[in-house]
């Protein structure tokens, strides 16, 4: 049914603007039965004890990664809307079901070694969860009552499919970030809300979720990075910047709120994650600003706030930060100049200020044309990127849809820019 619809490729928007209501993204929901707390075996090469050895810090990590991709609108799809849960409604609800309900096929190995085989060094695994926790009982058919959700127990058929994924990263050698995905964002599904009521009410299954995800992998080496959470949002589902979707565009008290709220989660997560046991101690972690917002634009006094306000929950040394950016290809010449000042502002807000290294986790162009004028912005985003010792994931579009079963290149050209700057390492 619906289905047709949600197969659009989804595109981020770009860099903030003073109209910046809306961002990308569809949601997630499902629902599950029982869960298992229990730590999973690691397949192939993906677990495998570390020894005595340390596992490597999240700066030479972030270096080591090289150009990374999302494998997205895949294990994060999700009906996204109360009012119309038309997966739960529709469909039996297995994760075939999920995984293929936003337009793309089945994931393979054969895809992530092309990536592999390509040169890029990182895959970001976005998952939605809240679909896959407890019970979730719709009302009329194929409403649903979030009021109601039960349960804090993970599908194990879905966290084995996901296991399965991260599995095929991990053995082609590359690095995987793992996440909670759309369980945040501007949906009405979304449970993650940046606020300190809104931490309070969560916290309790937002640290069963990770307890349950930690516990799963805790034996799996360096190369798995736990990502909290993707792009969490205010009561008012702001973008750019806390309470900037409110009537008055800026509300100074419930903006700390929200920033205070990151902050918390952030906290929970850490200690969760630290206290898992097995590798998990020493893993590499990464916490994200209010709505992965990276302080784009300079048309407001408080786009720098989700960066200024950010604190990291531990000391530095396994910890990164991760925002996303993205921008309009064909405008490239004219924003060239905030491309670099994004850069300048990680090195300040975050490599500096914090101590520790930076991600960007979701980057494009805002199309998925592969011209000339993503060519040309995506080999500059990328050399920057390289040059800066940060990690920057391009979002979808290089291989898409059928493309993806196949597999094959949908965009080749833009691919071939992002990875040039990697040549030879």
């Known amino acids: 049914m619906a289905a047709s619809v949600m197969a659009a490729v989804l595109i981020a928007p770009v860099a903030c603007s003073p109209t910046d209501d809306w961002h990308d993204g569809q949601e997630d929901v499902t629902e599950s039965g029982t869960g298992d707390e229990s730590g999973g075996e690691s397949g192939g090469e993906s677990g495998g004890q570390e020894g ?138 979304a449970w993650l809300i940046a606020g300190e009521e809104e931490f309070s009410a969560a916290e309790y299954r937002f640290r069963a979720l990770w307890d349950q995800i930690a516990g799963r992998f805790r034996d799996y080496g360096e190369k798995l990075l736990f990502e909290a959470y993707n792009e969490m949002l205010d009561k008012y589902d702001s973008w750019c910047f806390a309470s900037f979707a409110s009537d008055a565009r800026y509300d100074a008290e419930a903006a700390q709120s929200a920033y205070n709220g990151i902050n918390s989660y952030a906290r929970a997560f850490a200690e969760t994650v630290r206290s898992s046991g097995g590798n998990n101690a020493q893993r590499n972690i990464i916490v994200n600003t209010y709505g992965g917002c990276s302080g784009d634009g300079t048309w407001s006094s408080h786009l720098k706030e989700p960066l200024s306000n950010l604190q990291i929950p531990e000391e530095p040394g396994h910890i990164a930060v991760q925002v996303h950016s993205y921008w309009d290809a064909a405008k490239f010449s004219s924003q060239k100049a905030d491309i670099d000042l994004l850069f300048k502002n990680l090195d300040t807000y975050v490599v500096k200020r914090l101590g520790v290294p930076a991600i960007i986790g979701e980057w494009g162009g805002s199309a998925n044309g592969d011209d000339g004028a993503n060519v040309t912005f995506a080999g500059y985003f990328s050399r920057k990127a390289k040059d800066s010792g940060i990690a920057a994931y391009w979002w979808m579009g290089l291989s898409d849809g059928e493309d993806r079963a196949v597999p094959r290149w949908s965009m080749p050209l833009t691919k071939d820019a992002i990875l040039q700057p990697y040549a030879g390492n």
């Open 52 to 189: 005595d050895r340390e596992f490597e810090t999240a700066e030479q990590a972030v270096v080591n990664m090289g150009a990374g991709w999302n494998l997205g609108n895949t294990l994060d799809s999700n009906s996204g809307d109360t009012q119309n849960m038309w997966i739960e409604a529709w469909s039996s609800r297995t994760t075939k079901d999920y995984e293929t309900a936003w337009g793309q096929p089945v994931t393979t190995r054969e895809l992530i070694h092309m990536f592999k085989e390509a040169g890029f060094g990182a895959i970001r695994v976005p998952v939605t969860w809240y679909p896959h926790m407890g019970t979730i009982t719709l009302y009329d058919t194929k409403k649903w009552d979030p009021s109601t959700w039960s349960g804090t127990q993970v599908d194990p058929l879905w966290m084995a499919r996901v296991q399965e994924v991260v599995d095929y990263v991990i053995d082609e050698g590359l690095y995987c970030i793992l996440n909670v995905h759309h369980d945040t964002g501007a949906s009405d599904t």
